[in-house]
C-alpha cells in the first residue's frame, strides 16, 4: 500500500468518527410557534363602526382594527365579538363567551357608552353653551365617581375568563382639532373641554386597566392634527351616519397602535 492510499484511509476513518459528534452537536430545527389565539371585545370603537359595509348588526367592519391585526405577530382572530353601543355590563353578559384558557390575546374597547359620551359631544356641538356646559359636568361627575368600578369589576370578570391571555385595553382619541376654529355650535373653547374630557376618560380606564394588570394603549398622540375639522379628518363628521367615530385612516391609526405597543414575547 503505498503512502499516499495509507494516508488517504486515515483521513476517511478519522471524518467517519467525526461525522455522528458533529450530528450530535448540530443544532435542532426550532418548530414553528402556534399561532396566538385572539379574541376581540368592546363597543363600536373595537368593532369598526363608521366604515361600512358591516358584517352584521353590531357594526363590525373589516377596518376594525382587531380585522387589521390578524395575521400580524403569529395573531390568529379567533372571536371578534365587539358590537356598537354596548356598555359594560352588555359586554359582561354577551361577549365573555368569546373568552376561553386557550385565549392567548384580549383587546377591548369599553367605557365610552357608559358615560354617555355620544350624547355629550351631541350636545356641544349641535346643542348651546349652557347644555355643553351642564352635560360636560355631568360626565365628569361620572368619569370619576361611577367608572372606576365598574371598570375594575369588568376587567376582573375578563381575566378570569381568560385567565391565561394578555389583555390589552384601547382608549379613546381627542375628536376636535381646536386650532381649525368653529365646529358647527361648538367653539375652540369647548372642543378643548370635550378633548379634556377624553383624556379623563382614558386616564381613568389606564389606571383601571393597570390595576387589573392589563396593558393600556393610547391613541391620543396619534390623532393629533387629524380631529373631525381638521383638514385631514380621522373622525367622521356630525353629518355622517358613524358620526364621531374613527374614519378608515382612524383605524388604521388604533392597528398601528397596537402592534407597535404590544411585546410578541408577551403573546405565548
Not at 6 to 23: F, G, K, W, Y
Not at 56 to 63: L, N, T
Amino acid at each position: 500500500m503505498t503512502t499516499s492510499s495509507r494516508t488517504l484511509r486515515s483521513a476517511v476513518a478519522a471524518l467517519a468518527l467525526l461525522l455522528p459528534a458533529l450530528a450530535v452537536a448540530a443544532p435542532a430545527t426550532a418548530a414553528p410557534r402556534s399561532p396566538v389565539v385572539y379574541d376581540a371585545l368592546g363597543d363600536s370603537y373595537g368593532s369598526g363602526y363608521g366604515v361600512p359595509p358591516y358584517l352584521d348588526g353590531c357594526g363590525r367592519s373589516a377596518a376594525a382594527y382587531a380585522v387589521q391585526i390578524d395575521g400580524r405577530m403569529r395573531i390568529d382572530l379567533d372571536d371578534f365579538a365587539a358590537c356598537a353601543g354596548v356598555t359594560t355590563a352588555t359586554l359582561l353578559a354577551t361577549q365573555l363567551t368569546a373568552l376561553d384558557a386557550d385565549t392567548d390575546l384580549v383587546t377591548v374597547s369599553i367605557g365610552g357608552n357608559d358615560i354617555g359620551w355620544g350624547s355629550v359631544v351631541g350636545a356641544c356641538v349641535l346643542g348651546g353653551d349652557l347644555g355643553c356646559a351642564g352635560a360636560l359636568t355631568q360626565t365628569t361627575e361620572v368619569i370619576q365617581n361611577v367608572l372606576p368600578s365598574v371598570l375594575d369589576a369588568t376587567y376582573a370578570q375578563i381575566a378570569a375568563a381568560a385567565p391565561d391571555a394578555h389583555v390589552v385595553v384601547t382608549g379613546y382619541p381627542r375628536l376636535f382639532s381646536p386650532e381649525s376654529g368653529d365646529y358647527f355650535n361648538a367653539s375652540p373653547a369647548e372642543q378643548q373641554a370635550m378633548n379634556d374630557g377624553a383624556d379623563l376618560l382614558n386616564s381613568v380606564i389606564a389606571e383601571a386597566a393597570g390595576d387589573a394588570g392589563f396593558q393600556f394603549v393610547d391613541v391620543t398622540s396619534r390623532f393629533v392634527g387629524h380631529g373631525v375639522n381638521a383638514p385631514e379628518p380621522w373622525v367622521l363628521g356630525v353629518t355622517d351616519p358613524g358620526r364621531f367615530h374613527p374614519n378608515l385612516a382612524g383605524y388604521e391609526a388604533y392597528a398601528a397602535a397596537v402592534t407597535s405597543q404590544v411585546n410578541p414575547r408577551d403573546l405565548r
